[in-house]
């Protein structure tokens, strides 16, 4: 499909309603089977105001260019689909920089799979998204969500809560610039009431179009972004953000054959800020000020951390300490930089039959973590002094701070480092028996080389980190080895085959059956020792005769329970397979559609838990199981070039369902198994332009889960969680989008209610006189919130040459909502939870000069 300009004088055109686009599923070979068997039927048609529900089995929501460009220039993808139903998400800042936390159909981000242009982007390890490195939206095409199913070639090992499918314009094929500058700022109540701070956001973005310059279809497109702002919420750390984005194109002849190849850079500087303890103090007087619980007023929600600070100088002779100077949470940094080459291509090799390759490489550099105390002492490890991570504390055995001495706790920092190096291809060969039947087979490999440590430096004389990735400079100890509070070494693989038959009978049903088999391997390589079931490690440079004569590895030959000692550093194989069924139908009478999907899903363990489970002997029983679905949809859509409708009611039974809660003051995953859970729900939308000129959207869902058993904590101790409801997920969500062209202008309108969210799987509030010493608890669930967001996009007329400029104003958060954002809940009412605070009302203007 050609790219729509972005200045299109309606957003709602009867004229584009005629023109084909593509599906977007995540890979080629995806989109051009989906786009041929829909367009054979005749069932094809495109969005009402950039919405569109694709006529598939599925259940299927495509967002495209009309929808996209509306909102703030810079947003994150994972924002902008909050429009769909079924998803939920919540934003870290109004911007989109600084991440964020989500979940489709009660699903949390972890299990589902998001793809560019079929290029995956969770997480290689703990299938973890990032949603502040997501692509800039000036370059994407559409974004397309399946609800609770995926596609049978996906490359992911974690899709049981649906697919995000992010797909990237294809050049323009005349010369073209658009340059995008953007500014604003928080406008919200409390803001700057205690200190005199900027919190301005800038962003500025440009793209060149070659157009096609040898006459054959050649053509290209390069893109680069800078943003910059100030944290959203204290009186620390700045967000600063850089992309280059860009795609060559080569059509080969002139049946839709071609050959295209993008690439992505994103590097990001970041700092963690607004997570806060879900704390309730019945003895709280308004203006009493921040304590380390969620604001209770919106003035509460702008605060102060202990910045400038100063560390404790070094003092001959004398054992100097840690001051806790740059110890703060918000003061931890959160780099990354992350880079893929994506590359996609259609080949006709004879009448009906079809190849498409999709190859793909991707590079991350990342950490997170913050301040720490190093000793420049030893550890007594069993009569004998050793160096190493032993114990949760840092043992160098020398001068780290250059005052002769060996006595000192010098301030450092211990982020935890992650690097991937990821190869994968997605390959295709579909043929077409006839108009009306179509069958294709898919080989998917993907294979992540995935390498976690965790390397210390010192911290200069503010506190600060003088490169926000250790690993650059690393620290040595005594004895020669970096220190590292984690060492090891994972590769993860996967093979999958696949087959889909798609038939047309009686031309008005469509059958579709398939059958994915994947094949997971995770060859895991420990260098430390494993001291819990919880993970907890000690490093000491590799194999230590004298630490394990201190820890002796003790297990019960008969049970393969741990008695005591340490598990030495090891390396293990896991495989998963599992055959994956997916059939679906469709019947249509007249502009409406009757519509079904059965599906199977699986879900393999993250790295976390199976490098946990090392601590155990290599036994079966010790081994983490994977996640698996039935998902079942049902529902009705209804299409015409003003309307589109579409209710589906859905279940899915989960056995095995791994829950995780991360601690960010431990730096930690906690991994529980819910067994089995029934979820299910009703998603529906409606897209209707009663004029040319207006475009009314709705959509809405219900979630409901129920977890079967109790869930064991200790030997007889259990969760009361049997009948309860998932944390985490909103109970329903519904809003609305409402967009008039009048003239030169064009105003939109959309508001996201969010229903009340469980804090634990339990249900239950937590009550402060239960536990010893505490004058604080929390209700067993979050308040619902509402939030309103307006874009108003103003047409200045001819830029240069025949394209146009405008000016478009954006404000999120109206009625500057004072809520709770993001959370992972957990698991009983003991549990005190970190949650994120919900981003105060903003407003920007941008510039946008285009085509």
Sequence with gaps: MKFKYLLAASVVSTASAMVAAPAAAQSTGSVDFDDSVIIVSGARTTGVGGVDMPNTPKAKQVLGEEIIRRQRPGQTVNDIVNLVPGVSFQNNDPWGSSGGSFTIRGFDDSRISQTLDGLPLNDSGNYALYTNQQVDPEVLESISVNLGMTDVDSPTASAVGGTINIRTREPADEFGVTMTLTAGDIFAEGNNANYDRSRLYGRGFVMIDTGDITGM??????????TRYNNPFNNYGVVEKQQYNGRIWQDIGDNGDFVAIAGHYNQNRNNFFGSVPLRVDPDFEPGSGFTNRFPATKEERFYEINYPCTVEGPTPGTAGSDNNCGAEFDRRFNPSNTGNIRGSSRFTLADGLILTVDPSY?????????????????????????????????????????DGDTLDEVTGHDPSQTRTRRFGVIANLAYEINDDHRVRLSYTYDDANHRQTGQTSVALANGEIADVFPINNPLATADGFVLNKRDRQSYATLHKVAGEYRGRFFDDFTAVLGLSVPFYKRDLNQFCYTTSASGFLDCVGGVSAAYEAANPYVTDPNTGEVISGSAPPQSREYNYDKLLPNVGFTYEFGDAS????????????????????????????????????????????????????????????????RATAYDPILDETITRNLGVVDKYGIDASVAYSPTPNTLLYVFGSLNESEIRDNVQLDAGEFAQTAGKRESGA?????????????????????VKHTGKRYVNDENLPRDPQGFVGESVGFPATVDSYTLVDIDLRVRLGEYFNGRDAAVQFNITNLFDELYVGGFGGGLTSGDLPFVQMGPPRAASVSLILGY
């Design 217 to 226: 279809g050649t053509k290209a497109f390069a893109s680069a972004s800078f």
């Design 362 to 402: 991707q590079y991350v550099k990342a950490n997170g973590g913050g301040d720490e105390e190093l000793l420049e002492g030893t550890r007594d490890v069993g009569g004998v002094d050793m160096t190493g991570f032993i114990g949760g504390r840092y043992y160098f055995g020398r001068d780290l701070n250059g």
């Design 594 to 657: 009757f519509f079904g999907n059965y599906g199977k899903g699986l879900s393999v363990p993250g790295t976390d838990e199976l490098y946990d489970s090392i601590y155990f002997p290599d036994v079966e029983s010790a081994r983490p199981v994977a996640e698996t679905t039935d998902s079942f949809d049902l529902g009705l859509r209804f299409q015409n070039g003003d309307l589109q409708a579409q209710l589906v009611g859905w279940y899915t039974r989960y056995n095995n369902r």
């Design 730 to 750: 909103p109970t329903f969500t519904v809003g609305a989008r409402g967009q008039y062209n009048f003239g030169p202008a064009e105003l939109g309108v959309q």
